[in-house]
């Protein structure tokens, strides 16, 4: 099981960014793939997953209208675009998967107790 997170970088107050994790070892068409992220000197925090069957999507409340999760099956890859950042999106964002649990809104905020994650890509909303 392999995760590589892509796309982080510098976007101003307001700006967007898009967020790749490309999948391999297993397929999005069996299970979900989550987002969170971690600020500096702060805990984890799950931000989006995206279902493994209906491709139903689920955000923490912080980011809801500002993020969208999606998928391509054809690549296995997730993307997390994000627009309208703010400063408190600064974080190291991974993506990750798991067997056992199913994305839904009542545990989407536990994305980072995922048991695969990758290595994670560098967010910095500042002007």
């Known amino acids: 099981v392999q995760l590589q997170a892509s796309g982080g970088g510098l976007a101003q107050p307001g700006g967007s960014l898009r967020l790749s994790c490309r999948a391999s070892?297993?397929?999005?068409?069996?299970?979900?793939i989550g987002w969170f992220r971690q600020a500096p000197g702060k805990e984890r925090e799950g931000v989006s997953c995206?279902?493994?069957?209906?491709?139903?999507?689920y955000y923490v409340d912080s980011v809801k209208g500002r993020f969208t999760i999606s998928r391509d099956r054809a690549t296995n890859t997730v993307y997390l675009q994000m627009n309208s950042l703010k400063p408190e999106d600064t974080a190291i964002y991974y993506c990750?998967?798991?067997?056992?649990?199913?994305?839904?809104?009542?545990?989407?905020?536990?994305?980072?107790?995922?048991?695969?994650r990758g290595q994670g890509t560098l967010v910095t909303v500042s002007s």
């Open positions: 990750a998967t798991d067997f056992e649990t199913r994305c839904q809104i009542e545990t989407v905020r536990w994305v980072h107790r995922y048991d695969y």
């Open positions: 070892g297993f397929s999005i068409d069996y299970y979900p």
């Open positions: 995206i279902s493994s069957n209906d491709g139903s999507a």
